[in-house]
């Protein structure tokens, strides 16, 4: 038997295969080798010894250990993204955040068990730490909400319906255990309007839908909606994003539309984005899926981005 905890995994295994490519990553935009050390709180050789790594070779380490590579692609994406954008706290509180969810959630307990033989068959003490997810699930919603405040060039993506946001407890059941907007998200004469404070149960219709898919794939915890036109499909194609459309539906319900949009996530569970034409009525809708709503919101901002510069 071992007592060997998730911590010290994650500090010997995981975090420094993060470390190593979003070092790699910042310096491939620009950043020198002083910058990225005061960024990710260590030396100016260790970024070297960092920076000098293979690409591949850290990704296939991580997969040796079991550890999902869409995962880790992402969370990297996700930091360096917020560190470009002058973000570094909150790619910090998202980086531990994402952490400890994942550890939490026991996701990482085979590749724990890979790289420490002795580990109890058994063991499932991580899941202590999701305790207050409840509170950091809220958190992670008001961050999202306060780096889309920041971007109003989302207005192109507005559908008359208005945006929505939610993000799901690990594990959700109910309604009750996904968190969004009672108010809604919109845009005007330049500034990005929050309805409300995110709160539980706060969006009927993605929280439906929330909990359907959750089913479907567990680390798609979040989904926001946007409008649908050819240059939103444009934009998913130009950024390498998976999307597939569902209807136009003859007699439109929500019901339906849910199950439409689930089943298409069941086909590919690695769908960026839904893309539901709607019908009779029911405007047609972009629902955007991610791990967290931070890794949403950063996918919204770069279709937007997209949609602009086409």
Known sequence: MSINTGFEFVAEHVLPIIRSLVAKRLMEKGFSQLRIARVLGITQPAVNRYVSKDTN?????????????EWLVKIVDNVVNLVINGKEYEALEYLTSTIITELGSLRLCEAH???????????????????????SVLRNLEKALAILETHPEIQV???????????AKPGAITERDVAGLPGRIDVHDGKV?????????????????????????PRYRSVMNIKYDETIEQALKKLGMRYVKVGPHEKPSEDEV??????ALSADPSLDAVIDLGGYALEPITYVFGFDAIDVVLKVINIARAVLSS
């Not at 070779?57 to 590579?69: M, R, T």
């Open 193 to 217: 309007l929050i309805g409300s404070r995110p709160i539980y149960g706060g969006s009927k219709h993605l929280g439906k839908l929330m909990i359907k898919c959750i089913g479907i794939n």
């Open 113 to 135: 068990r890979r790289a420490v033989q002795y580990l109890p068959v058994n063991c499932n003490v991580c899941s202590i730490l999701l305790t207050g997810v409840t509170d």
């Open 258 to 263: 849910i199950d439409s949009v689930a089943n």
């Open 57 to 69: 070779e850290l990704v296939s380490k991580a997969e040796a250990l079991g550890i999902d590579k």
């Open 157 to 167: 993506l507005m559908p008359r319906v208005l945006m929505n946001i939610v993000e």
